[in-house]
């Protein structure tokens, strides 16, 4: 890079970006916010779905639910029901390093797009598949959703209150966990490429995913018998271990050792309660645990949130406050690590989003482009492909792809 700047991670690497609403886009995102040149590819006339989300019928084609996810990329419409839109994808994918996508099984092998066919011709292609149940096996085909892999997984059978119904993890936890492996995946590839030469078929599904997240759950399964059971905001690795109300709000408190349950007891206002026999040791703590509780939330209820943090922190216990999302949004740690950044939006608006939490000395994350409006950028990367301003104008007006910007005027930078 010029003007002494570092270079980007993935500086060169060229992405074809397939997915759609969630789990894939996170991935891309990553990639691009690293340097890579990420092209999306929308569905003609309508695009990623994930752009009318939570929209009403008035709105434009950016709500949140986009506008998180798409930073970093260019947009090309193109329609894949025709001869023509899909021969200009195969073009691109066969000029690019990496291949992202998350359609149904069999989806892209009908349109001579898929890892098998593309790779005959270019070996060195890194392709990432993202499915909802896996690659194989019965329910490889079957559709997939983050609730139902959120169901399927177990997730929701110890999500909620003890003795309430299911409880849906409040974010799309599958989807993102699945993107967080995609990308790990495509990454791994890279380097290995590197050495090799050679690209691989990259595999990864939401509820392979999520059953990772949970992976102390299976091992204590498996060593002990453990089915787990909903218990509210408490957990099995420590008491007391969940949210107290106060008398403004909640707070939680996290005891790991006995060291800590008596400097929390100071730190509450209750020392007495660290000597008393009934809570003497772990076992002690569970055996006894309505009591635990019951004194723990007294000693909370008579405090502001503020004043149950400062003694708690003043003694090194692990505690925090209940926020609400709008407090988050503006609080000056999050700041401080530059969580939340400025993008620019395709049709001219700013959006604050949140930043991909890794932080590098030597190649900083950045934000090159902004979020994309539908077919944004089909004209600047056909025209890269070497298509003429004509041809350009023939699949426009056989419906094989959306509008096209203007060509750059002479001497105008084109982005690379």
């Known amino acids: 890079m010029s003007g002494g700047q570092p270079r980007r991670l993935l500086d060169g690497v060229k992405v074809i970006d397939f997915t759609h609403i969630f789990a894939g886009p996170l991935a891309t995102q990553a990639l691009g916010d690293m340097g890579a040149d990420v092209i999306k590819i929308e569905r003609l006339g309508s695009g990623d779905a994930a752009r009318t989300y939570g929209q009403g019928v008035d709105d434009d084609d950016m709500g949140g639910s986009f506008l998180a996810l798409n930073r970093n990329k260019r947009s090309v419409e193109v329609d894949l029901k025709q001869a023509a839109g899909i021969e200009l994808v195969r073009r691109l994918i066969l000029s690019a390093d990496v291949v992202v996508q998350n359609f149904r099984l069999g989806t892209l092998a009908k349109w001579g797009l898929d890892y098998d066919q593309m790779s005959a011709v270019k070996p060195e292609l890194i392709y990432c598949s993202m499915t909802g149940f896996g690659h194989v096996g019965s329910m490889a085909t079957k559709a997939a959703n983050d609730l139902a892999v959120q169901a399927y997984s177990s997730l929701l059978s110890f999500t909620g209150e003890p003795g309430g119904g299911p409880v849906r993890c409040g974010t799309a936890i599958a989807d993102f966990s699945a993107g967080l492996y995609a990308t790990i995946g495509i990454l791994g590839a890279l380097i290995q490429r590197q050495r090799s030469g050679q690209g691989q ?58 060291s800590m349950w008596r400097r929390c007891c100071v730190g509450l206002g209750i020392p007495e309660v660290g000597d008393d026999p009934r809570f003497e040791s772990l076992a002690r703590r569970y055996e006894n645990a309505e009591a635990l509780i019951a004194t723990v939330t007294a000693a909370t209820s008579a405090q502001t949130t503020a004043e149950c943090l400062a003694g708690l922190e003043a003694e090194g216990v692990s505690c925090a406050p209940v926020n609400s999302l709008d407090q988050v949004a503006g609080d000056p740690q999050l700041e401080a690590v530059g969580a939340f950044i400025e993008v620019p939006r395709g049709d001219g608006g700013q959006a604050r989003v949140v930043a991909t939490p890794v932080h590098y000395s030597a190649s900083p994350l950045d934000v090159r482009l902004g979020v994309p409006t539908l077919g944004q950028h089909t004209g600047e990367v056909l025209r890269q492909l070497g298509l003429t301003d004509q041809e350009l104008a023939d699949l426009v007006a056989a419906g094989a792809i959306g509008p096209v910007e203007p060509a750059p005027a002479a001497g105008e930078r084109v982005r690379p």
């Open 201 to 258: 078929h990259v595999h990864t599904s939401m509820l392979e995913s999520q059953v990772s997240i949970m992976n102390y759950f299976f091992a204590d399964y498996w060593l002990k018998g453990i089915v787990p059971k909903p218990l509210g905001t408490a957990n099995r690795l420590g008491i007391p271990n969940q949210a107290f109300p106060t008398r403004d709000g909640w707070v939680v408190i996290s005891n790991a050792n006995e």
